[in-house]
């Protein structure tokens, strides 16, 4: 498979190209992802051209958000796949960092970026330090490509939230928009570590976002039993042969436990299914 996009694998080299960019007035987007790209990539490039007159996606595995026995080496690498992916959907440049490039070795031990509390909690509590290692890469990506605006998607919901928040605190100027998660025809949210499920588990994937979904409709129907909601899910999930790791109620703001002032809500779920950790949620108005 060839492709036309530009790479660029050395951060002074991307520093420079952006550069030149600014000076013709051009305003720029970071799409930061971690490759193995899929439609859920190609609606983030497509939403940020709509902020941007260029658009930067990075591939990068990040070996600073993988726990010890974590899928960092079998995380799925398709970079050939991606490139031409990239030039279907009309990326401007690609930067693809080695892992030397982002972290050299003369850095260790080196500064990280850690938003505490929302850091902590659901997904952080499983997988203690992940969110260490996303906050400070994508400082790190922030800093390299210096954009106008930075797109994620919704389906990491905690992660965006603490993307949002670190921008916030640290003064980093720039927009941080959370795009609506794309999803199969079935429900399942779109995610590389799909590509983890056998084709049983595929088939029972999509219970995650039903299970969601049904509290959600419980929730606008007025129904406050937030535990008992909980863990109806959770036991709806485990029936179908699921892991829940947790499935939470949360103020959509603050991923605190809701209060009587809440007004958007957020389900949120983490499930294994054999070697695959799925997550996603859904948003509830309930005003
Ligand atoms: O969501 C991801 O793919 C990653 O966590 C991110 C934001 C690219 C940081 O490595």
Known sequence: MSSNIEIIARPLALHERVRTWRTQ????????????????????????????DRVVVSIFVNPLQFGPSEDFNSYPRTPQEDRALLDEY?????????????????????????VPELS??????????????????????FNMVQPDVALFCDKDYQQLAIIKRMATDLSMPLQVIGVATVREADGLAMSSRNRYLTAEQRRLAPRIYAALSKVGQELKQGRRDYL????????????SGFKTDY?????????????????????????????????????????
């Open 228 to 239: 008992s909601l909980e863990q109806m899910a959770i036991a709806e999930l485990e029936q």
């Open 90 to 114: 009309r990326a401007d440049l690609l930067f693809a960092p080695g892992v030397e490039d982002m972290y050299p070795p003369l850095a260790a031990p080196h500064t990280v970026v850690h």
């Open 247 to 287: 499935a939470s109620i949360r103020d959509a703001d603050d991923l605190q436990p809701p209060t009587e002032n809440s007004r958007k809500l957020v389900v949120l779920t983490a499930a294994r299914l054999g070697r695959a950790r799925l997550i996603d949620n859904v948003q509830v108005d309930i005003s």
């Open 25 to 52: 007035g051009l305003r720029v987007a970071l799409v930061p992802t971690m490759g193995n790209l899929h439609k859920g990539h190609a609606t983030l490039v497509a939403r940020a051209r709509e902020h941007a």
């Open 120 to 141: 902590e909690i659901l997904c952080g509590a499983v997988r203690p330090g992940h969110f260490i290692g996303v906050a400070t890469v994508v400082a790190k990506l």
